[in-house]
């Protein structure tokens, strides 16, 4: 079996941890007042999820929405399908999606307008982390962890071939 080789650590999930601190004091103050809706990416974006939640100090609620995009090889597409959709009625409401990783950027278009079509007040993106350099949509991150290099990452959420979500900290594959 082939290994595959990891980088070095990129971030720790202290470093992640204080930056979702940062983030979540924003996103407290940009939503008082507002019926937030938290909308977490399966399944990349577990980890990130979890620290923001925590350090947003509204009411809110939360679910959870599992998307992809079928493309040749790496490339996604912008075939994007929805494989569990979220439960909760966001009508009127204010989503923030809680995403792992913005790259082509296709994904995330088509989940804005998704909830836009379901009468969402507004629609913002929460990433963790954000790779410009391959976008092709045009979307961008609202609130935004890191800002990487075209690397393949891995790590806190983020896989490859369904593996290394479980490592704690955010590193890449060596190419
Ligand atoms: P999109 O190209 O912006 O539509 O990205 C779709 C999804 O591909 C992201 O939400 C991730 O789950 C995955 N993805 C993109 N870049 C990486 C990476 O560097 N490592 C692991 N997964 C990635
Ligand atoms: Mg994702």
Known sequence: MATDTIGTILYTQEDIWQRAKELGAQITEDYRDKELVLVGTLRGAVMWMADMMRNINLDMTIDFISASSYGSGTCSSGNVVIKHDVELDVTGRHVLIIEDIID??????????????????????????????????????????????????????????????????ITYLEG
Do not use: E, W
């Open 104 to 169: 082509s950027g296709n994904t995330l278009k088509f989940l804005k307008d998704h909830f836009a079509h379901r009468g969402a007040a507004s629609v913002k993106i929460c990433t963790m982390l954000d790779k410009p350099s391959r976008r092709t949509a045009d979307v961008y991150g609202d609130y935004i962890g890191y800002t990487v290099d075209d690397l393949f990452i891995v790590g806190y959420g983020l896989d490859f071939d369904q593996k290394y979500r479980n490592l704690p900290y």
